[in-house]
């Protein structure tokens, strides 16, 4: 990179350092969830758009999903703060303790988040919660078998390597292709089966 873009490169970042210290932190941290779960549906939306003619792009849809991942940002934002004092760790000398943190963040935070994606989705849609608990249980074991797939990786650089202050930013920055896996499992529909002709 040339000498000026490295100098744009450190004012970039000393711009930005104030929107992950102080209270600007839980702002940074919550519509950035909000901001790439509607990407990752936007994303989803793009393809759905190319390959089913006749289906329009749904910018409520795409808020709904905002709405749900800002609602979230606050949790993931205490959530690894509580982590931290609870089971303080960093780097390779302290591994058990993030192995530990992984499964802790597995085991709870994974299952909870799973729920509140499905049941804060379907309120926002018109679902009642009898409908949002039935797809809940239609789609959870997808949804969290496909959770320990990714995340305990991600998880373990990030709880290894990954300053504090910035680690929802790191899981953000992981989420868009996520995302876009949980629009498709949301919105996901089975093609209808042709219906069989007479037979004579």
Known sequence: MAPGGWRWARKALAAGRPLFQGRALLVTNTLGCGMLMAAGD?????????????QRFSARRSASMFAVGCSMGPFLHFWYLWLDRLLPASGLRS???VVKKVLVDQLVASPVLGAWYFLGLGSLEGQT??????????????FYKADWCVWPAAQLVNFLFIPSQFRVTYINGLTLGWDTYLSYLKYWAPEPLPTPGCVN
Not at 129 to 142: G, I, N, T, V
Request: hydrophobic share 35%.
């Open 42 to 54: 936007g994303a989803r939306q793009a393809w759905e758009v190319r390959a089913r003619p006749g």
């Open 129 to 142: 919660l009898e409908e949002s608990c039935q797809e809940l249980r239609a789609k959870f074991w997808d």
């Open 95 to 97: 591994l058990p303790s």
